[in-house]
């Protein structure tokens, strides 16, 4: 394990900040109290090379942190990511080399300020239901005929939300809100007021949209596959905008092939980190281009200015915080 050790001077501190310069102006400035920053968007063989002279690197999803990385870190003392998923990082190997990992996974206080990845699910289910990528495309393409394109109504259906956590609890109020009945299930007791709990089996028998919304971990890696997805509704949806891995995409695909669910909407993809932003050869993305019943975007989530702004100033006083207690 590495000593940590901090410069009585911090700013003699080397800082790589892989979001580049689109990262907050205010994060900018708490960032170059700190140091000396390099702003770049390096891709994961140019990461390897330029790692190791760097005390802390702010990590953008897109790049995965292995321990063959974090080897080559030699002077990395923090490494902190403005998201609440981590599976982009070796966390065991960072804790063997003694390198500090701050995320936003536990900041609930301030995760609360932060609705968008709730938001996009809910556009999502409603671009999905009512046919609206497509329907705009062929008006774009000079057809006037809606007649292809009835959609489904979201009142008076059945919601799951499996996690109800902070987003899955946001996702419930929208789908109250729509007139949904919502049902959920956790490992934690939800509140009466947020939905009625019950069990994932009954939830995946009789909701008609099913909205994921748990942390990737062990446990939950592959918590959706072949004989989840059978029990579900021939007429239901699935809705994704956590991790890809926490479904098994591979049974997806034959659950959509064989009319087992009707369709799916989702903001991630299983293997994410290692394609790059060349999609094209993934399986859901090749079924997708001929099926008009499966909807992708590429992990936008949180992806909104007011999102970007408060993470990249919240991750940075965090650093701060972080290089003050260890003096």
């Keep these: 394990m590495r000593q940590q050790c901090y410069p009585a001077d911090v700013i003699r501190l080397k800082i790589l900040c892989t979001i580049g310069k689109g990262f907050a102006p205010e994060g900018k400035r708490i960032l170059e109290s700190l140091g000396s920053v390099a702003y770049a968007t390096p891709n994961q063989k140019q990461i ?3 790692i190791g002279k760097y005390d802390i690197v702010v990590a953008q999803l897109g790049i995965t942190f292995t321990a063959d990385i974090l080897k080559r870190a030699k002077n990395l003392k923090i490494l902190a990511t403005p998201a609440t ?6 966390l065991v190997a960072a804790k063997a080399l003694g390198i ?29 239901l009512r046919h609206i990528v497509p329907a705009a495309n062929d008006v774009i393409g000079g057809m006037w005929n809606g007649k292809p394109f009835a959609g489904t109504e979201l009142k008076g259906k059945t919601l799951g939300v499996i ?6 609890t946001i996702v419930a109020g929208y789908g109250k809100a729509f007139g949904l009945d919502v049902i959920g299930c956790d490992i934690k007791k939800i509140p009466k007021s947020v939905c009625r709990q019950v069990s994932m089996d009954i939830l995946l028998r009789t909701s008609d949209i099913v909205s994921l919304h748990v942390h990737l971990t062990e446990k939950t890696k592959n918590l959706i596959g072949g004989a989840e997805l059978k029990k579900m509704k021939p007429s239901a949806v699935l809705l994704n905008t956590s991790r890809g891995g926490i ?32 999609c094209s050869k993934h399986p859901l993305v090749r079924y997708a281009k001929t099926h008009g019943n499966v909807l992708l975007t590429p992990h936008i989530g949180g992806r909104t200015y007011e999102a970007r702004m408060k993470t990249d100033v919240f991750i940075a006083a965090r650093m701060k915080e972080a290089l003050s207690s260890k003096k």
């Design 85 to 90: 998923g981590t599976d982009h990082i070796d």
């Design 100 to 128: 500090t990992v701050l995320s936003l996974k536990h900041e609930i206080p301030f995760l609360r300020t932060i609705p968008s990845t709730a938001e996009h699910t809910w556009g999502l289910l409603l671009a999905l």
């Design 163 to 168: 996690g109800v956590g902070r987003l899955g």
């Design 48 to 50: 390897t090379g330029m």
């Design 247 to 278: 479904l098994d995409q591979d049974a997806l695909l034959r659950a959509l092939k064989s009319k087992t669910i009707t369709g799916y909407a989702g903001d991630v993809l299983a293997g994410e980190m290692q394609f790059g932003t060349d």
